[in-house]
């Protein structure tokens, strides 16, 4: 990861300014993150830009064209008509929509053939537009094609390690902390875990979900078999497959910085008959006796079954309702976990778990977890056939609350006070750099996988970036003892449909459907663990137990801005990091390698559109080839072909005529339109006035001569145009002289000049 010394954190730790994202690698993960704000002035100027871009693009084209179509050769106006449309058409959409024009007008003429030489020309011009239009559309990937994903670098980074802690700081401060992180993960799994939410509707993490498949068809997951399962058929198993920590959970780092993480959990229903018995249970000699149902799933001393759970069992009946609805207390689903966790040499951590399961159980590479699960007075109104839920027992009842005459209802029971569910929990990690055979440390429990995952990075630096990670997800993580234990009977979704103590319809895989979403709040947390790690965890009073970042690797996976830890060099300019990725939708990333093509290759058209006339017109007249390419360019366009059609009637003393901008002598009067025929207008002389002065004797004489000159049409059929000669004599002047009669004589011939014009016209 790099990014810029310049960069700039919001308040909420996301990081503006360049980076890369390394999902994308090196050079197309180069990202110009903005506010949404700034983002869209970018995406407007881009928009401009490319259309500016387009439009020199047509220029440069048009350029090509027109040298490639001219001729010396004498040519029609269709010729004619398609240079001139070539040379001045200012864009796209005016050139297609003359040629179209031009196309239609011309239809009539077909020695000609139009359709066949201007329809190149058409599809050519609709293509270029095509395509300029394509290229804005596609300018705003630069934006989409990065998503909404930006860079966290929170002011607390961090990861908690509880270490010895009294038993009051952790109820009252660490306990509330874990049960809201597991209500939110909870709440995110119900939400966002669902194949028909999109990823707009969960926009916090990388990923909306992690993946992970499921068998429903699998084994009894423990050592004893059908003996300890109530089938060996129709069991769960769940699998992540390999989670990727840069694409899936959003830790920003290159290929050899990655790592794969892999949970697999199985469950079943568990046998109760043969490990579970009634029996009286007196708390002291002083009070009464009732009757408990304890559960031996705990090996003792000297393999000695030993109990794990007792749930009373004389005081839920099932039939305490009142009036047709149930008043008892625990008109509530109870639930009970216990755990167990293996370690290296497949021992029991007898300091992380809750008991020592019996050999039907106890698995040698996974952590085994049993779940207790009592309906108590819960009423179902139809019969349950789920292994975990199983109620049969019925009960008729007589209701009056909600009709005039009785009605009565059958419920239906649990049949067992107590089900059980075993499940297992086995966890893997791999390096993607090294060979598959070698690549990943076998499926094992929490702890034994911890610590031989180490041994697969070879470097000190690669272990340090690891042992930062991984110990946040297996110390932080929550497995499924947590959730269950954390949220109680929350945890079950079949009360969502429980009201007043009676459940409804059940399917006949509800437990399966419970331990789905029991992983997938694991696997939220999962997600929301890597992101605690860069933003510190919410709440202050979590604070005192945060590690905080000490070697240069925590530092580098931490945050960008390393200069605090003294053993690091840091450059100015770019400073390598690996914080993390989330998504948010106040802020726009943009693709540097797109920013930079877009702008690279618009400029170079922009750059070629204004001097490739200049260079290739020097080319040309330098080698002396192609010379009259060169001009017909120049005079099609239209100030040269005003020049022309003026400079052909006589008007204008011109200069620069070979340029794009030709002009006349100071104040000179040019032709004007003749509108007599408005279906057909031309180009006309204006009155011309021509004063001579002489000077006889000491006396000056002026004469005065106007020339006002008529189209046939206006003085007349037989008339080529209508003269008007005066001379005059200024009051103190002497009468006309030979030197007005010249003038008189040079009007004359002026005249017959523009009556031979007219005639030939």
Request: proline share 4%; aromatic share 10%; net charge neutral.
């Amino acid at each position: 990861m790099t990014a810029s010394g310049t960069q700039s954190v919001t308040k909420d730790g996301i990081y503006l300014g360049f980076l890369i994202n390394w999902s994308y690698g090196s050079i197309r993960g180069a990202t110009l993150t903005l506010t949404n704000r700034n983002g869209g002035l970018l995406t407007a100027f881009l928009a401009l830009f490319v259309t500016v871009a387009g439009t020199s693009f047509w220029r440069i084209a048009c350029f090509a064209l027109h040298h490639l179509l001219s001729s010396e050769v004498a040519r029609d106006g269709i010729y004619h008509q398609c240079q001139a449309i070539l040379r001045n058409a200012a864009n796209g959409t005016s050139g297609l929509w003359s040629l179209l024009r031009m196309n239609w007008v011309w239809r009539k003429c077909t020695k000609a053939q139009p359709y066949q030489r201007l329809l190149p020309l058409i599809v050519f011009t609709f293509t270029t537009l095509v395509a300029i239009a394509l290229a804005g559309i596609f300018s705003s990937r630069v934006s989409t094609s990065m998503g909404n994903e930006v860079l966290l670098l929170g002011p607390n980074c961090g990861i908690v390690v509880l270490g010895d802690i009294d038993t009051e700081s952790y109820s009252s401060n660490f306990v509330p902390y874990a049960v809201q992180r597991t209500l939110f993960s909870a709440s995110y799994a119900q939400e966002c875990y669902k194949n028909s939410t999109t990823i707009q509707n969960c926009p916090t993490f990388l990923q909306k979900s992690l993946p992970w498949t499921s068998d429903h068809s699998a084994e009894c997951p423990f050592p004893g078999g059908e003996k300890i399962c109530l089938s060996n058929s129709t069991n769960l198993r769940l699998d992540t497959g390999y989670i990727n920590s840069n694409f899936d959970l959003g830790i920003n780092s290159p290929h050899e910085d990655r790592f794969l993480y892999r949970r697999v959990t199985e469950c079943a229903p568990l046998n109760i008959k043969d490990y579970s018995r009634q029996e009286t249970y007196q708390k002291s000699e002083n009070t009464d006796t009732r009757q408990v149902i304890r559960f031996y799933y705990a090996e003792g001393s000297a393999g000695a079954r030993q109990m794990v759970y007792q749930y009373s069992a004389d005081s839920h009946d099932g039939y305490t309702y009142f009036n047709g609805l149930n008043k008892s207390a625990f008109s509530d689903y109870t639930i009970h976990v216990q755990s167990a966790d293996i370690g290296v040499d497949g021992s029991v951590r007898m300091a992380e778990s809750s008991f020592n399961p019996i050999p039907e159980l106890r698995h040698p590479t996974a952590d085994v977890t049993l779940v207790f699960l009592s309906a108590n007075d819960v009423a179902f109104t139809k019969p349950i056939n789920d292994s975990w839920y199983s109620a049969h027992l019925h009960h008729t009842i007589e209701l009056q609350s909600f009709q005039k005459k009785p009605a009565n209802l059958t419920l239906y029971y649990h049949d067992d006070p107590v089900r059980v569910l075993g499940c297992t929990s086995q966890y893997q990690f791999c390096n993607p750099v090294l060979e598959p055979q070698i690549s990943c440390t076998p499926l094992d429990g929490i702890w034994a996988v911890q610590g031989l995952a180490e041994a697969l990075w070879q470097t000190d630096r690669s272990k340090a970036l690891f042992r930062w990670s991984s110990k946040a997800i297996l110390e932080n993580g929550i497995g499924l003892p947590e959730v269950i234990g954390m949220l109680g009977v929350s945890s079950l979704t079949s009360r969502y449909k429980l009201a007043l103590g009676l459940q409804g319809p059940l399917p006949d895989n509800q437990w399966k459907l419970e331990v789905i979403h029991w992983f997938t709040v694991t696997l939220a947390d999962l997600q929301r663990i890597v992101v605690d790690i860069a933003t510190g965890p919410v709440g202050g009073t979590i604070n005192q137990w945060l590690k905080r970042p000490q070697t240069p690797e925590e530092h580098l996976l931490c945050r960008s801005q390393v200069g605090n830890s003294p053993s690091l060099k840091f450059n100015a300019v770019l400073i390598p990091v690996i914080p993390q990725k989330i998504r948010n939708d106040a802020f726009t990333s943009f693709s540097t390698f797109g920013l930079i093509l877009i702008l690279g290759i618009g400029c170079l058209l922009i750059v070629v559109a204004y001097t490739l006339e200049v260079i290739v017109e020097w080319f040309q007249k330098r080698r002396n080839i192609g010379v009259y390419k060169c001009l017909e360019w120049t005079t099609n366009e239209t100030l040269q072909l005003q020049r022309l059609a003026h400079e052909e009637l006589g008007f204008g003393n011109w200069s620069r005529t070979a340029e794009d901008h030709p002009v006349t002598a100071a104040c000179e009067e040019l032709a004007v339109l003749d509108i007599s025929e408005p279906q057909h207008p031309r180009l006309k002389s204006s009155a011309v006035k021509s004063e001579t002065v002489s000077d006889h004797g000491g006396k000056r004489t002026s004469g005065t001569v106007e020339i006002t000159e008529q189209t046939a049409s206006q003085a007349g059929s037989n008339d080529a145009a209508s003269i008007s000669i005066s001379a005059s004599t200024h009051q103190d002047l002497t009468p006309p002289t030979g030197d007005a009669r010249d003038v008189s004589q040079a009007a004359r011939s002026s005249v017959n000049a523009g009556l031979q014009r007219h005639s030939t016209c």
